[in-house]
């Protein structure tokens, strides 16, 4: 079951960190087109529609997360009780 429990920590990990780091991409290439916007006189439209989609992708990418912590807990509950119930 050791083994069980660090595949699960290997995996809810490398989703955490990995869409942390997939965040982080997404929101330096969105913000190019922003910033040439924002130099326009297209200004104020462009900060409303950055604000829109930075908020979205906030969402989405913590909603990943979250889910991840939420099923890495569900999956430690049912390999401690897999374990309870062996020993």
Do not use: C, W
């Not at 040439?36 to 992708?57: F, K, M, S, W, Y």
């Amino acid at each position: 079951m050791g083994r069980l429990k660090g595949l699960k920590d290997l995996i809810q990990d490398a989703v955490e960190h990995g869409t942390t780091a997939v965040q982080k991409v997404h929101e330096d290439i969105a913000s190019r087109p922003f910033d040439v916007l924002e130099a326009t006189p297209l200004r104020l439209p462009a900060q409303g529609v950055r604000l829109v989609h930075d908020t979205i992708t906030r969402t989405v990418y913590a909603s990943i997360r979250g889910v991840n912590r939420i099923a890495g807990a569900a999956a430690g509950a049912v390999i401690d009780e897999v374990e309870r119930k062996e020993t």
